[in-house]
């Protein structure tokens, strides 16, 4: 009975343990493994090879804990991808664009400043509430929805408006909904990206964040970077990195700089190669599971619109990283459900705080998992003709 009653206990904490982590599953899935085959094709390029004694310091020779070698890189890639102006901004490093979503609302949250009012759009990445809560700090607070104080006359309100272009889930172009003085806006521009958008126009905002996770899709590498404006900010963000990490890994900070220097055609062909690789495997799933959806009246997806891309010098077809899938019935209230019952695993709606009529499917995995969504996608739709 002493064995029962461990077990049992064992099996129930592991439950709780479990359930106090679904909530991450439902967000942690994004992995963009659709660029798999293009490092396979440049495996011995993009290697890189570190001795035992090699990067063994805290810090670099100049004393920071970031490459700017790397830094110097990064300003390359996006003048030749023209998707954000550098100029006049200083970058900082994180473990992942995660750690630097954080470490930007405290560098926005004086101590000795009235607690600011954090919000983003709905539909959102989750990330930014749950971030928010978990640090349930006096001098800031998850306030939910823009749309809840955009019409409001208390301007005096102060508030850090989270603003994804492209944005995730539904993969359209986003401006800032809040814009008045006493508001702080960062764009996360993790799929600003010539694979997943056309670059419209060369950003210039105060704060940008990007994620090397999907510019190459090495999410495991952890690094993320943003370009800063303001000084202070940037001050305040550094001290956030010093003490909560110390900066990013060096070996990681290697490992960056070794791929970026492939993309950007370490080879020759100026980058172009591995951005029309990225760009044409996600228009054509999109076209694919497109033709599929439009035959059915029970699901939608998202409108996208043809745009001029002005990396590509070409009007390009949409190419989004995620599908926002729409159950039209009335009745079909819980969408992923309904799609999970035909083996098709999304996100539901509700981890993007938008209605659970709503899933979200990834479209930027590996060819296997994506033809078996089509598949599967295909058999539903198929269903519902012969059900007519
Ligand atoms: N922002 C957005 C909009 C994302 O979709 C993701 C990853 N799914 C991230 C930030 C975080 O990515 P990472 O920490 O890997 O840079």
Redesign the pocket.
Known sequence: SLSLSLSLSLSLSLSVILSFFSPFWN?VL?DPLFLEPFWVQHAASSAIVVAGWHRMSYRYQDNSFVSKELEKHIQKLHALVGNANTTGKFIAFGA????L?NGLIYALSPNDSPSRRIVASIPF?P?YKLQTDLFNSVNFKWQGDTSLWKNRSDSSMDFIEFV?SPN?PDGKLKNAVLESPSVDTIF?H??YWPHYSAITALANEDIM?F????ITGH?GS???WVLIKDEGVYERLLRFMNLNSMGVSRDTQLRALKLLKVIMGGGGGGGKEFFSFGHKTTMKRWERLNRIVSASKRFSLQKLSPQYCTYFQNVTAPSPAYAWVKCEREEEKDCFAVLKASGIIGRAGSVFSAEDRYVRLSLIKSEDNFDFLLQRMDALVSQEHEEE
Do not use: E, M, V
């Open positions: 967000w994004g992942g664009s995660t750690q979503l990445y990330l994804t995730n996360d993790a799929y964040i994620t090397l996770s999907k999410a952890r690094f993320g």
